[in-house]
C-alpha cells in the first residue's frame, strides 16, 4: 500500500458539530485533500485557534468521510467525547469556524482474506476507529454480514453512533458496565461467546478502546492465537514520531529482556495483538 500523503492546514472549516450523545460530539470538518488521502485506522492533529486555545493539538481517529455526487470525498469527520479543556473548546465550535488539522498520519487496519468473521471489539470512544473500516470492508467486496461490532459502554446514556453500522448491514451487538441497555457485561464477555461458538481459526479481532480493555483483548489473542489489532490511544505532542512522547511496549527478538519501544504515532495506532508486550 502506497503511503498517504500527509498536509498540514491551518485554516480547515468546521463545516458541523453536533451532539450525538452525552459529553459526546460529531464534527465534519472541510478539507478535501485530506479526506481523499484518508485511510482506516489513521488519525488527524487537530488544534484550536484564537487566544487561550490550548497550545497542543489532539489526535482523533478519521471517523467517516463526507463524498459529494460524483463520490469524491470532499470532507472528514471525528467523534470525540469532551474530557479536558482540548475538547471542551472543540465542542463549541460552530460552522465556519477554523481549526489547524495535519494528517491523515500513522499506519491502517488491514483487511483479512475471504471468510473470516471480524470481530469488531469498541470501547467507549473507541467507537470512532471503525464506521471507516466497515467502508473499507464492504468497498472491498467482503460480505458485510461477516463484520460484527461489539460494542460496550458504562451506561446507556454513553452509546454513540451504533445505528449508523446497522445501517450499513452490520450485526451489532450492545453491552453495558450497568445492564442498561444490552446485556451487562464487557466488550470481551462479547468476544469470548463468539469464539467459543466457532474456532479461533474463523475470526480477526479488531479492538479500539480503553488500555485496560485493549490489554485484556490482546492478552485472549496470544492465548487463543487468534489474529488481531488494536489501535492504541496515547497522548501525542507532535503526532509524527519526532518527540518520542507516545511510546508503547512490544515485544522484540533483538531485547535481551524480550521487549522494546515503539511509537503509537508513527509505528501505529494500530498494533498486532501478538506484537504488545503485557506483563
Given at each position: 500500500?502506497?503511503?498517504?500523503?500527509?498536509?498540514?492546514?491551518?485554516?480547515v472549516?468546521?463545516?458541523?458539530?453536533?451532539?450525538?450523545?452525552?459529553?459526546?460530539?460529531?464534527?465534519?470538518?472541510?478539507?478535501?485533500?485530506?479526506?481523499?488521502?484518508?485511510?482506516?485506522?489513521?488519525?488527524?492533529?487537530?488544534?484550536?485557534?484564537g487566544?487561550?486555545?490550548?497550545?497542543?493539538?489532539?489526535?482523533?481517529?478519521?471517523?467517516?468521510?463526507?463524498?459529494?455526487?460524483?463520490?469524491?470525498?470532499?470532507?472528514?469527520?471525528?467523534?470525540?467525547?469532551?474530557?479536558?479543556?482540548?475538547?471542551?473548546?472543540?465542542s463549541?465550535?460552530?460552522?465556519?469556524?477554523?481549526?489547524?488539522?495535519?494528517?491523515?498520519?500513522?499506519?491502517?487496519?488491514?483487511?483479512p482474506?475471504?471468510?473470516?468473521?471480524?470481530?469488531?471489539?469498541?470501547?467507549?470512544?473507541?467507537?470512532?476507529?471503525?464506521?471507516?473500516?466497515?467502508?473499507?470492508?464492504?468497498?472491498?467486496?467482503?460480505?458485510?454480514?461477516?463484520?460484527?461490532?461489539?460494542?460496550?459502554?458504562?451506561?446507556?446514556?454513553?452509546?454513540?453512533?451504533?445505528?449508523?453500522?446497522?445501517?450499513?448491514?452490520?450485526?451489532?451487538?450492545?453491552?453495558?458496565?450497568?445492564?442498561?441497555?444490552?446485556?451487562?457485561?464487557?466488550?470481551?464477555?462479547?468476544?469470548?461467546?463468539?469464539?467459543?461458538?466457532?474456532?479461533?481459526?474463523?475470526?480477526?479481532?479488531?479492538?479500539?478502546?480503553?488500555?485496560?480493555?485493549?490489554?485484556?483483548?490482546?492478552?485472549?489473542?496470544?492465548?487463543?492465537?487468534?489474529?488481531?489489532?488494536?489501535?492504541?490511544?496515547?497522548?501525542?505532542i507532535?503526532?509524527?514520531?519526532?518527540?518520542?512522547?507516545?511510546?508503547?511496549?512490544?515485544?522484540?527478538?533483538?531485547?535481551?529482556?524480550?521487549?522494546?519501544?515503539?511509537?503509537?504515532?508513527?509505528?501505529?495506532?494500530v498494533?498486532?495483538?501478538?506484537?504488545?508486550?503485557?506483563?
Amino acid at each position: 500500500m502506497p503511503e498517504a500523503k500527509k498536509y498540514t492546514n491551518d485554516s480547515v472549516i468546521v463545516i458541523s458539530n453536533e451532539c450525538v450523545a452525552a459529553e459526546h460530539y460529531c464534527m465534519t470538518l472541510g478539507e478535501p485533500r485530506m479526506a481523499e488521502e484518508a485511510k482506516a485506522g489513521q488519525f488527524f492533529q487537530v488544534r484550536l485557534k484564537g487566544e487561550g486555545a490550548p497550545f497542543l493539538p489532539r489526535p482523533f481517529s478519521i471517523y467517516d468521510w463526507r463524498e459529494d455526487d460524483s463520490g469524491r470525498r470532499v470532507a472528514f469527520e471525528i467523534l470525540y467525547k469532551v474530557v479536558g479543556k482540548g475538547t471542551a473548546g472543540l465542542s463549541r465550535l460552530r460552522a465556519g469556524d477554523k481549526v489547524a488539522v495535519t494528517g491523515p498520519l500513522g499506519n491502517t487496519f488491514t483487511l483479512p482474506e475471504r471468510g473470516k468473521t471480524a470481530l469488531v471489539a469498541a470501547g467507549g470512544i473507541g467507537i470512532a476507529s471503525f464506521l471507516t473500516v466497515l467502508r473499507e470492508w464492504i468497498g472491498s467486496g467482503l460480505p458485510v454480514k461477516d463484520f460484527r461490532l461489539l460494542y460496550g459502554a458504562r451506561c446507556r446514556s454513553l452509546l454513540v453512533e451504533e445505528r449508523k453500522f446497522a445501517a450499513l448491514g452490520a450485526g451489532v451487538e450492545v453491552i453495558t458496565d450497568d445492564g442498561s441497555c444490552g446485556v451487562r457485561g464487557t466488550v470481551l464477555d462479547l468476544v469470548k461467546r463468539h469464539v467459543e461458538r466457532g474456532a479461533a481459526g474463523e475470526f480477526v479481532i479488531y479492538a479500539s478502546g480503553p488500555m485496560p480493555m485493549l490489554e485484556a483483548v490482546a492478552r485472549y489473542c496470544q492465548e487463543k492465537g487468534i489474529r488481531g489489532e488494536l489501535t492504541l490511544e496515547a497522548r501525542m505532542i507532535c503526532g509524527f514520531g519526532v518527540c518520542n512522547s507516545c511510546a508503547a511496549a512490544v515485544k522484540s527478538d533483538k531485547a535481551a529482556d524480550g521487549w522494546d519501544y515503539k511509537l503509537v504515532c508513527r509505528d501505529g495506532p494500530v498494533f498486532s495483538a501478538e506484537s504488545l508486550w503485557l506483563e
